[in-house]
């Protein structure tokens, strides 16, 4: 599609987009209270159109956030009309099943813009809150069997009035939530950033005018889905397969089944997953948005990793799973862990294209997005806390270079979370941080290595939880590479004494004198591990990633 905005007023106005929501990204980040927001970046920020069209995303956004944000908007104009929205308003959101989120933690708040009486854009932003109530602190433990035990399910509604707090609805909101406190600072934080985009998009306006802002929308995006359909060309046409499998939910059903049929004809692309595993009473339920959010994910990592993400991506794939499957759930299914389901949906799609983009594929990464929640009371406050963190691990080997060793990896695109940010703000004790050694796949270039963390509670009884994938079926390598290292759990005694916890544990007591291991998983290999450069070898030795067992036992008897 043509247009008659000349092309340097419409960088100009696209890259005044982008830091409008890199600002306000960066605003949120720095007014938070938790730590799973202003340390971990677990937010982010974007721009849509009137028509609920996703223009611009901050940089630092979480690629399945693209999800919720745009299943807000669908949402929103479903239930208010242009004429029900006022100058001041912020609506907020977060259920899956009826206000187009991917989970309950994940809050979506989206604020209307208006210059001269006219509606110009909404700016939008999400954060994981680190709690939002349910049967476990910090709403992410397995055990939990539908969304009602999930958490406070809020549909779309007024947080803000033209200006004024519902205060209703916030004490609503906060009498349902363990640290109520904490989660307050993070909706104002929240609030803070739709005001300061809203400011911001104003003063662009005021630049530009309303016409042009309207015609460039419309041109970014429909550049963008060009450019990707372009780069989709480049893929041979054909079918492509692939399948793999999920852990388990937490209560009992193993080996959950994800498939995937790609269909490749010039510059359409279709993804299939009929034939995937029925949706299960665990949580790692996902909905469709959010199966369509990592398909976009994939195809830009793969084929255009700098092609900027609006709904131009979207508008150029074709994405159908049967619903009441895992990759499309039907209410009341229970979504808090969906992560680790987008996870395994990128690993099949990658898995799937390695035939036909042999140089940009990689060795399945760890696959995961490994969840901790300590929580309890603060002996030296009093007060309760907890503490969530998802914990990074392997990347897999490339086509050129090596896996990176405790990463968050596709769909997170969070930060680790520092321990000196961990011991100052919980009793909590991090007696070690470190690589797991061996985890990574053996090849041509190896896969990365898990994380392990080993966390104390100091003087007082804390209550564990987690989730975990990859700890049963191994992240497999590429093209002859090696499998990498599978994760766990374990509850640690003073003496050594070792207790493998579930994959998914919920309500682990843990004592003073006792300790919680979180090792994550590492990645698969690229390519057969004979081929490996012998000076790459030396330099394995040399770092203490590799025992000389595990590299005698790869790469020959005389390492």
Known sequence: ???????????????????????????????????????????????????????????????????????????????????????????????PHVAGGTHLPDVNMAMPVFAGGQLVAFVCNIAHHADIGGMAPGSMAG???????????????????????VSDVLDLLLLNVRVPEERRGDYFAQVAACRLAERRLKELTAVHGVPVLAEAFGA?????????????????????RFEDVMDDDGLGTLDITIKVAITVDGEHIQ??????????AGNINLTLIGTKAAACYCLKALLDPTVPNN????????????????????FPAAVASRAHTCQ?????????????????????????????????????????????????????????????DGVQVHITNTSNLPVEAIEMEYPLL??????????????????????????????????????????????????????GASGRFVRRTANGDEERLPNKPADVTVRPDQTIVMETPGAGG??????????????????????????ARHYGAGY
């Open 220 to 240: 970014i995006i429909s550049r963008t889905e060009r450019r990707l359909r372009d780069a989709i060309r480049t893929i041979p046409s054909g079918r492509y």
């Open 1 to 95: 599609m043509t247009t008659p905005l000349d092309l340097i007023t419409l960088e100009i106005v696209h890259n005044g987009l982008r830091s409008i929501t890199d600002e306000s990204f960066i605003a949120l980040m720095k007014s938070a209270y938790s730590t799973n927001i202003k340390e971990r970046r677990d937010h982010s920020a974007t721009i849509m159109s009137p028509a609920g069209a996703l223009v611009a995303q901050a940089e630092g956004s979480l690629p399945i956030h693209l999800a919720s944000m745009l299943g807000l908007m669908q949402a929103l104009l479903a239930k208010h009309t242009l004429e029900d929205m006022h100058e001041g308003d912020i609506f907020i959101a977060n259920d």
């Open 143 to 165: 055990g939990m069997t539908e969304i009602y035990q999930e958490g406070v399910r809020i549909p779309v509604i007024r947080l803000f009035a033209r200006g004024q707090l």
């Open 526 to 551: 690229y390519g057969p591990p004979a081929a490996r450069d012998p000076e790459l070898l030396a330099e394995d030795r040399r770092s203490g990633k590799f025992s000389p067992g595990y590299l």
């Open 430 to 483: 991090v007696e070690s941080y470190g690589l797991v050694e061996d985890s990574g796949g053996a090849g041509t270039w190896r896969g990365g290595l898990g994380l392990r963390r080993v966390v104390r509670p100091i003087d007082h009884q804390a209550v564990f939880s987690g989730t975990g994938e990859r700890f049963r079926t191994a992240p497999w390598g590429v093209f002859g590479g090696g499998d």
């Open 344 to 404: 395994r949906i990128v690993d099949v799609i990658i898995g799937a294209l390695a035939p036909a983009l042999p140089a940009q594929a990689v060795g399945a990464a760890n696959g995961a997005n490994t969840t901790a929640v300590f929580s309890g009371v603060d002996p030296r406050s009093g007060r309760g806390y907890v503490y969530l963190e998802t914990l990074g691990g392997g990347f897999g080997g490339r086509a050129t270079k090596d896996g990176k």
């Open 271 to 280: 993804f299939d997953f009929a034939g995937s595993h029925p949706q299960v």
């Open 311 to 330: 709904q131009g991506v979207l508008n150029a794939i074709e994405v159908t799973a049967p619903e009441g499957t895992v990759v499309n759930a039907r």
